[in-house]
């Protein structure tokens, strides 16, 4: 059962436009959510997470949208650039009982091209 | 500061033989991940450790053992490696829980044959 689904494979987008990158979950113990960028050949690097208690963070061109009624939640990067060009990981973690272990629950990813 | 360093960085076992991967962080971290990626799947979780002399299963753990005898080291082992073992292997560490983040090292690429 996956908890954490991204279902976009990839998405392509031109130079300075938005980019959206979607991703929904099951699980309504789900306290955090965070989004990761990976490089080939690279670990993941964190861009920008979110408190089930916001619906809305934002980062410079970043920002996380959450809709928990519908367990959603999308990045939103403007304008997009050619670096952006990367996998992007949607993550959830959730407390148990003895309190959050800080275990990640890991979407599929969406592969992004940003055409120049 | 190096971050997370993981050792070695590719690796090819043949069935049945084991070895050690190694996780290092010099960023004083508590807390450490090992998550396997394969095509497709995401990450999943290993096994993990909130402090030192402390382990625990996460999503994936049958084939591995893994030690933290050291807060600064984590180490993940297979006793004997098996085809569905060939993946990317990340270590991450992290200073808290929740909103905290991970802080991945370079990966390390395991193939079995």
């Known amino acids: 059962d996956q908890q954490v689904k991204q279902n976009s494979p990839s998405l392509s987008v031109q130079e300075g436009r938005i980019s959206i990158l979607n991703c929904d979950y099951t699980?309504?113990?789900?306290?955090?959510f965070l989004w990761y960028k990976k490089y080939p050949a690279e670990g993941p690097t964190f861009l920008i997470s979110i408190s089930s208690i916001k619906d809305k963070n934002e980062d410079g061109r970043f920002t996380v949208f959450l809709n928990k009624s519908a367990k959603h939640l999308s990045l939103h990067i403007v304008p997009s650039q050619p670096g952006d060009s990367a996998v992007y990981f949607c993550a959830a973690t959730a407390g148990d009982g003895s309190g959050n272990t800080g275990k990640l629950i890991f979407g599929q990813g969406t592969t992004l091209q940003v055409k120049p | 500061n190096a971050g997370v360093t993981q050792t070695p960085k590719f690796r090819v076992l043949k069935t049945g033989q084991s070895m050690t991967l190694l996780c290092a962080q010099d960023m004083n971290h508590e807390y450490m991940y090992w998550y396997r990626q394969d095509p497709g799947m995401g990450l999943r979780l290993i096994h993990y450790?909130?402090?030192?002399?402390?382990?625990a299963k996460g999503e994936v753990p049958d084939g591995y053992n893994v030690s933290r005898l050291k807060k600064q080291n984590f180490l993940l082992g297979l006793e004997s490696a098996a085809p569905s073992q060939t993946s990317v292997y990340f270590c991450a560490s992290s200073y808290g829980t929740g909103g905290y983040e991970q802080y991945f090292g370079p990966g390390t690429r395991l193939t079995v044959t």
């Open positions: 699980n309504s113990m789900f306290d955090y």
């Open positions: 450790s909130v402090g030192e002399g402390t382990t």
